[in-house]
């Protein structure tokens, strides 16, 4: 079955240091979101593409990039961790053109010390 | 600008009773609206969508949402509510010129009790 995977799920930090959030989708949907939650502010949308070689800035886009390389992967990555980006990370997936459902991965729980 | 208005953050409910979550939108074109639930440690799953066909969706889980222009609402039920209904719920709204973006709700905590 189609799926969308993250990795990992929990992650631990020390401010200061790079991370790398993946995200695999196996629909071939073309268009990647990613989402921190944070209590109180429901779901942020940080970075999104909708094909190969694109990338746009969300909301909260600031300390963070994403890079697409392919159909299937949108990893975020978190240049120099800080602890205002302890979080819980969602990457989600949607066909694109008129059907604008997403889907989204189980989560990636992101603590920075 | 669209928006999403969930009103309560917190409902709660005994098993067997009437659940009702509200969500109410702010756009200025047609919206395409979404009810998504989310489970303890889980992703989000979505729920039921409006897409401008039907006003009354049926979703998963014997939930459904009656969209009311009138009253810019898309108000989720269900009429008996059961122990594993207990989770958070979002609504969101998107359209036509949002690029497939999303706009959620801060979210409303379902408790259900024995």
């Known amino acids: 079955d189609a799926e969308i995977t993250q990795s990992p799920r929990h992650k631990i930090t020390e401010t200061g240091r790079q991370v790398t959030l993946a995200c695999h989708q196996t629909?071939?949907?073309?268009?990647m979101f990613w989402y921190r939650q944070d209590l109180g502010h429901g779901l942020r949308l940080i970075h999104y593409?909708?094909?190969?070689?694109?990338?746009n800035k969300g909301e909260v886009s600031d300390g963070y990039s994403v890079s697409r390389s392919n159909t299937e992967d949108l990893p975020l990555t978190l240049e120099s961790a800080a602890s205002s980006q302890t979080s819980v990370y969602f990457c989600?997936?949607?066909?694109?053109?008129?059907?604008?459902?997403?889907?989204f991965g189980p989560g990636t729980r992101l603590t920075v010390t | 600008a669209q928006s999403v208005t969930q009103l309560g953050s917190h409902v709660s409910v005994s098993e067997g009773a009437l659940v009702l979550l509200r969500c109410n939108y702010s756009?200025?074109?047609?919206?395409?609206l979404f009810w998504y639930v989310q489970y303890p440690n889980q992703g989000l799953q979505l729920l039921l969508k409006?897409?401008?066909?039907?006003?009354l969706v049926k979703g998963i889980n014997g939930f459904e949402a009656e969209f009311k222009k009138s009253e810019t609402s898309f108000h989720l039920t269900k009429p008996s509510a059961h122990m594993s209904d207990a989770a958070e719920y979002f609504c969101?709204?998107?359209?036509?010129?949002?690029?497939?973006?999303?706009?959620f709700g801060q979210g409303t905590e379902l408790s259900v009790k024995p």
């Open positions: 989600a997936s949607s066909p694109g053109g008129s059907s604008y459902e997403q889907y």
């Open positions: 409006y897409t401008s066909a039907a006003t």
């Open positions: 593409s909708y094909g190969v070689q694109d990338t």
């Open positions: 756009s200025s074109v047609p919206p395409y």
């Open positions: 969101a709204v998107s359209a036509d010129n949002q690029g497939g973006k999303l706009i």
């Open positions: 629909w071939n949907h073309n268009n």
